[in-house]
């Protein structure tokens, strides 16, 4: 059976902060849906069949909302996992660049930080050329705790120990494939408490100090 998208969807994924759209073969957009869709700039990604769609882990690809950003380095890259991860389910918002024109990452780091730290966005991912400036950026917003991943390793160890919330990539400096694979343990992982709790308090309790 087509699954039918109507202009009162996609007003719904407007008014809960959400930009990205995601569509089937077989899904039937009805006209003023489109218009819609075009004049609130959306874009719209076209799911792979059934086998394709994994969800990493035992999460619930579903219910995290991922707010998701890059420089003019990180653009082309951000479409790749713009449609990757709407393929697994996952609610995103697309919080710019929009095109290849030079701009300044802080802008787009500290659009994503905010829809964490406001409990808009469950996840933020930002990308720019190292890595290395977006998240020192993100990292500025309080509660936000953003880790640089570079491979399986340290992703795992950044949800694992750290309970970070914002992963920041280096567009020019990984692969996609390596990229792919950093997400898929980072989705993967859980915090995993005790001693690494009492780390991050302590963590918090500087971040208040300076407050």
């Not at 999460?59 to 653009?75: C, E, L, M, P, V």
Request: with cysteine; proline share 2%; charged share 25%.
């Amino acid at each position: 059976m087509k699954k039918l998208i109507t202009e009162n969807d996609v007003r719904k994924i407007v008014r809960e902060g959400r930009n990205v759209i995601v569509i089937s073969k077989d899904t039937v957009v009805t006209p003023l849906a489109s218009d819609m869709i075009r004049s609130n700039r959306m874009t719209v990604v076209e799911k792979e069949p059934a086998g394709n769609n994994l969800v990493f882990g035992e999460q619930n690809a579903s219910q995290k909302r991922i707010s998701i950003g890059s420089d003019h380095t990180g653009f082309k890259m951000k479409n790749i996992l713009i449609k990757y991860l709407g393929e697994r389910g996952f609610q995103l918002n697309d919080e710019g660049t929009f095109d290849e024109k030079s701009c300044d990452y802080p802008d787009f780091a500290k659009a994503v930080a905010l829809k964490v730290a406001t409990g808009k966005a469950d996840f933020g991912i930002i990308l720019d050329a190292t890595g290395i400036p977006s998240s020192i950026t993100a990292n500025k917003i309080k509660g936000i705790r953003a880790a640089t991943c570079y491979n399986a390793f340290s992703a795992k160890s950044a949800r694992e120990h750290n309970d970070a919330n914002v992963l920041v990539l280096g567009a020019k400096s990984l692969g996609e494939e390596t990229i792919k694979t950093i997400i898929e343990v980072w989705f993967s992982s859980n915090f995993a408490g005790g001693r690494h709790q009492r780390r991050l308090d302590k963590i918090t309790s500087i971040e208040n100090e300076n407050d």
